[in-house]
Every structure is written in structure tokens, then in C-alpha cells.
């Protein structure tokens, strides 16, 4: 009789524990617009680095084709946050749909648009892709809206060229090299990996580093942000503020280390085979990562001024862009956070 209320006792402890550890971890699902793409790594290296559970919460992070997809999917409901660029919430409020961006980890978007090697000949500027077939990530992804801003920056009608969508990694390399598109937006470390195959592989636009985003712009353009809709964000200012310590300490982390050290922390899936490459294209985009995942206002500022140049819905709407984000949550993030992270 003592056995059987002993394990009864045993059983019953476990439960309790089990469902006290249950009940201190918040579920939480982020949609990610390309999780191989590295404008997107701080939020896959928080969940290497533990640093979701230290903050209280159980992560599920879900890999989509693009940010248009990882929008949708959190409209939809079947996510609860977007890990994508911010500009999403810009072109959203000129719809009436309130999405805040909470955190930033892209101070630079990253894009770069690319000729394809075998059309070189025929591409030589952003005027001679007029007719031609461009690749995106997906349609009405950030990819997408870089390129119709640049078409009309430069004379073209945004809609001149043919849109057709191949994600982010090894399906928009295997697309540019097997010449299925004529040019594409990339990212690293797609185009660092073109580059190693191709090293006269030409280059219209890039927006990778402060100069060239700077000269594509005329400011600095935030990219990569956590992002949801102004209703969820009300109803769970814990797990937002748990997702911000996440990613804040993340990115202290990041900038604390070695790009040989964050690429060991990555998934091997994500590196690939050519770890040569994906460090080549690591330490280029380290300097884009955000130092503190504040929002620069000035920087949202010109994501509303480029979107309303280019989209006569958002030049009409009137959007007050400051209630597209929030400092709030990386301000009450301790300032030593993260210091210790192993």
C-alpha cells in the first residue's frame, strides 16, 4: 500500500512540475519570411542561444517562402508574430490594418538586385528590365516593393517588369543560375554564394551596408523587425516583452562575438555545405544588424517616404507612421541584459 501511495505521490509531483513549467512557458509562433536568409538569423539564433526560454517562452518558429507569406499567416491566425520587414506595416496602414513593429534587428535592409549570369550581356542597368522576368522572394513581399521602388526611381512603370516568385535560398540561386529568371532581388547569403560561381556576377542595386542604402534611399531604411497586430500586442505585452529581452540579448550577443562563433551556433541546415561562403557573407551582414533593436524614427520615416513615391494608396492615406512601431518594449529592456549569455 505505502508503494502504490508513494508513486501515486511521485506521479502526482511530476504533474504538478510538469504543468508549473507548462504554465511559466508562454507559446508563442513566429513566421519567419526565409529562415536560411541571414537578414533574418537574429531570430534564429535567439532560439539557438536559449534565449526565448530564459525569457519564459516556448517558441515555434515557422519557415515561409517570403515576408508576404509570414503576413499572411499571421493575419490569418495561424501565427502570432511576423519575423519580416517593417515596411509591411507601413503598406498595411494605408489598408486600415493596424501591425507594430516592436523590435528591429536590421538597421539596413539588405537587399541587392541581381542580374542573372547568363543575361549579363543584355542587362546593364535597371532601365533594361523593362519586359524582363525579375524574381522575388513572393509577390507583395519586401523583395517585391524594392523592385517597383527602383523601377520608378528610375523612369519605369513598377509594374514593367514580369514579378515571379522563388523564394529566398537555394530555389532563387538554382532559379538566377539556370537562367528561369532574368534578374532577381536577393539576399545574403544567396548572393555571396552566386558570387563564389560567378565573380563577375553583376550588381544594379545593393543596400547591404550604410553607404549603399544611403545612395539607394537617402536615409537609413530598417529592415528586418518583430512585427504583429496592434490587438495582440495589447492583449500580451508579456510575451512581447519576453520576445524583445529575446532578441535585444541577441543581438548584444552578436556584436560581442566572432562571426566563426555566431555561424557555430547556427543550424547546419541554415550554413549548408560551403561554410566558406556563408562566413564570407556573415561578416558582411554583421554590420547590419542593429546594436540595440530600437526603431530609428528617421528611419521609418523613409520607408513611408519611399512607399508613398511608389504606391499612390499610401501617399493618400495620411499614415502617421509613429503608430507603425514602438521603443516602448526595448526601453524597459535592462541595458547589462544579455551580457552574460554564454
Known sequence: ?????????????????????????SKVTIAIGGGSCLCYLPTVLARQLGEYEKAGLAVELVDLKGGSDALKAVLGGSADVVSGYFDHCVNLAAKKQELVSFVVY????????????????????IKDLAGKKVGVSAPGSSTDFFLKYLLKKNGLDPTSASVIGVGLGATAVAAMQQGQ????????????VLQGSYPDLKILSDTRTQKDTLDVFGGEYPGGSLYTTAAWIKSHEKEVQA??????????????????????????????????????????TIPMYSLNGKMDPKGADAVLAVFSEGSPE?????????KTYTNKYVDQVKKTTGSSTK
Open 1 to 25: 500500500m505505502k508503494k502504490i501511495v508513494g508513486r501515486l505521490a511521485g506521479a502526482l509531483l511530476a504533474l504538478v512540475l510538469t504543468s508549473g513549467f507548462a504554465a511559466a512557458q
Open 106 to 125: 536590421d538597421r539596413y535592409p539588405g537587399l541587392v538586385l541581381v542580374v542573372s549570369p547568363s543575361h549579363n550581356k543584355e542587362i546593364n542597368s
Open 314 to 322: 499610401v501617399a493618400k492615406a495620411n499614415i502617421d507612421v509613429t
Open 181 to 192: 529568371i532574368d534578374a532577381a532581388v536577393m539576399l545574403d547569403p544567396s548572393v555571396t
Open 243 to 284: 520576445l524583445t529581452t529575446a532578441i535585444v540579448n541577441t543581438l548584444t550577443w552578436i556584436h560581442s562575438h566572432s562571426p566563426e562563433e555566431i555561424m557555430a551556433k547556427m543550424p547546419e541546415e541554415i550554413v549548408g555545405k560551403n561554410k566558406e561562403l556563408y562566413l564570407a557573407a556573415l561578416k558582411n
